[in-house]
């Protein structure tokens, strides 16, 4: 194929942020005394803010006040990870740099809104090495669905067919594979089951991998 663009998602593949926020989530869910919220947090990997409000009110029911807590575990990520701090994921950088010399596009599609994922990479040093950013605000239907990878490809002018997708969640690979494109899977809090390994193309252990992989094609 002829690789013309990769597109990221940012929570858990350009940034270590997924267990920050499942740290936070578990802090919250402490003090008021909300059950099961790891497995929920895993549920919810991926979707976008609206999505992620609705699984939780099906869950703890249509009074779960969703939006105060979700202020308040916000309120805690920030305190541990703004200005900067925020750890990237091993590789990313380099990955990053080797893209940019092999002049393929880059794009980011994150469910996260689109001021955060602004603010995050340019915090990170890594806002200009993308040519696109799309948020999760920014398209109706959240992952799983295909939108997001859509806009990404048709904002970088690229077929899907001839661009990666670089993701962390089950929901990411939904997302990716539905739009047509070539998934890579990095795990990060969930190793992938049978389902999700027939719709990546491969499944790397971390960026340093990825990048050895796209130098052979």
């Given at each position: ?39 929920s ?26 939006d ?46 689109r ?17 696109v ?21 048709e904002?970088?002018k ?33 190793e ?26």
């Amino acid at each position: 194929m002829n690789i013309q663009a990769v597109v990221f998602d940012m929570d858990g593949v350009i940034f270590d942020s997924e267990k920050l926020v499942l740290k936070c989530w578990k802090m919250v869910a402490d003090k008021y005394n909300v059950p099961d919220i790891e497995k929920s947090c895993r549920d919810c990997l991926g979707l976008n803010r609206n999505a992620t409000k609705e699984y939780f009110q099906n869950k703890y029911g249509e009074q779960f006040p969703y939006d105060e807590y979700k202020k308040e575990m916000s309120d805690l990520f920030h305190d541990e990870a703004s200005g900067g701090r925020l750890e990237k994921k091993p590789g990313i950088e380099e990955l990053l740099t080797f893209l940019k010399k092999r002049k393929i596009k880059l794009a980011v599609a994150s469910s996260t809104r689109r001021e955060i994922v602004e603010t995050e990479l340019r915090d990170g040093g890594l806002f200009s090495y993308f040519d696109v950013v799309i948020a999760g605000d920014m398209v109706k239907k959240s992952k799983p669905e295909p939108d997001i990878y859509l806009k990404a490809c048709e904002c970088l002018k690229v077929t899907p067919e001839n661009a990666y997708a670089v993701e962390d969640s089950f929901n990411g690979i939904r997302s990716a594979y539905a739009a047509g494109m070539h998934p890579i899977m990095v795990p990060d809090m969930a190793e992938p089951d049978e389902e999700i390994r027939k719709l990546c193309e491969c499944v790397l252990e971390n960026h340093f991998a990825v990048k050895e992989y796209l130098d052979f094609l």
